[in-house]
C-alpha cells in the first residue's frame, strides 16, 4: 500500500512521528502532499522527525497524487485527508480516502495538534513570506 496524508490530517494527529513509524509497519509507502509550498511541509516533517518517501513539492494535491500513483506502483493507493475537498481530489486521482478521524481509529493514532506555539514558517504567520 501507499499511503498519502494530506498535510492538515497529519497535523490534526498528536504524533506524526509514531503515526509514520507505525504505517511503515504495513505500508511500503508513506508521504505527505498539500497545497502548500515546499518549504512549509518540509520544516512541519522535519520538526516532528517525519521521514516521508515522497512530498508534493512544488505541485498540487491532485497532481501530487497521479505522480505518486505512477511512481510507486502498490495494490492500494489511500488518501488521509480532513474534508471533503480532500475526497474529492482523491477520488478524480483515483486514490481511497479516508478521513484523518476514521484513520487514527483504525490505527489507534492519537488525535490532537501538538502543544507546540504556532511556526510562523508554517503558513498562515506572515504574509510577507514566499
Do not use: C, I
Amino acid at each position: 500500500m501507499t499511503l498519502a496524508f494530506e498535510l492538515d490530517a497529519l497535523r490534526a494527529l498528536s504524533d506524526p512521528e509514531a503515526v509514520f513509524t507505525d504505517a511503515r509497519g504495513w505500508t511500503e509507502y508513506v508521504g505527505v502532499v498539500s497545497e502548500q509550498p515546499t518549504y512549509v511541509v518540509t520544516n512541519y516533517t522535519r520538526k516532528h522527525r517525519v521521514r516521508q518517501d515522497f512530498f508534493s513539492g512544488p505541485r498540487g494535491v491532485k497532481e501530487s497524487l497521479n505522480r505518486v500513483r505512477e511512481q510507486f506502483e502498490t495494490d492500494r493507493h489511500v488518501f488521509v485527508g480532513t474534508d471533503e475537498d480532500d475526497r474529492a481530489v482523491a477520488e478524480d486521482a483515483d486514490w481511497e480516502y479516508l478521513d484523518a478521524e476514521d484513520a487514527a481509529a483504525a490505527a489507534d493514532w492519537a488525535l490532537g495538534a501538538d502543544d507546540v506555539e504556532a511556526d510562523p514558517f508554517e503558513g498562515g504567520g506572515r504574509e510577507d513570506w514566499p
